[in-house]
């Protein structure tokens, strides 16, 4: 597959749109949310409980489900851009139902469509390429800075962080570039068409991951290196299905060119700097603190 990088230049002011954000209250949703919102633009938030989505007020929060497509048609009234996810309902069950979602956003009128790549080819996500009725941009971020989050328990417990293959590499990306790329993708001009794959500005390995962590929180933390049997014994043990599993052992043992490699894709769609994992790192500081 081949990934274009992108032709548009930095953005420029467009006037205020009103975008549906579904996925909303996930990790790229709430700053999908929170990147429109800075810029300008009125935010509806499709979410199945919204009593519990927690938005600021001038968020408008309607509930519906992207497995039940006539949900979403009083969710799309009046909107130009939708953003969309892969899966929906338990385990993250890829959709099945792309072409009805599509088809109810056409007839809304809907002018702009992002889709958030889950790591591998879904029927929403071909049906949304297939479409000629929208600007469609498929969003392929690599690794998420927020992952390392799943250390925090280690961390603030004992001072340390136990991981296999600790000289795998990563470009990952934070995921407030994520949510500024979708944003502009959603309200700007020059993005239809395109495949964005979206990494941070540097390549880095466990230890230098865990070393900017302990820099932000100012406490040194210990890197165990785990075997391959004792990774998946204690993945096993966490309850994980054997298919995730598999699916770490192949990505963490041999990650993939595209999860190691740094593209500009952040700084040319949005005219500033892809954050680094020390930015990041400070942000959330205090989660690493007992």
Known sequence: MTHTQTHAQAPSQSPAQKILVTGATGTVGRQVVAELLARGHAVRALTRNAATAGFPADVEVVQ???TDPDSL???LEGVTGLHLITFGGPYFTPLETGPRILESARAAGVRRVTVLNGGGPTLLEDAVRADDGVDWTVLMPVEFMANALEWADGIVTSDEVREPFVSRLSAMVHEGDIGAVTAVALTEEGHGGQEYVITGPEVLTVG????????????????VELTEEQAVARWRAAGRPEDVIG???????NTPEVGRTVVDTVEKVTGRPARTFAQWAAEHADAFTA
Do not use: H, N, Q, W
């Open 247 to 253: 699916f770490l052992l192949d990505v963490y043992g």
């Open 73 to 75: 048609v009083p969710a």
């Open 64 to 66: 519906g489900d992207l």
């Open 208 to 223: 230098d991951k865990v070393a900017a962590i302990a820099a932000a929180r100012g406490r040194d933390i210990a890197l």
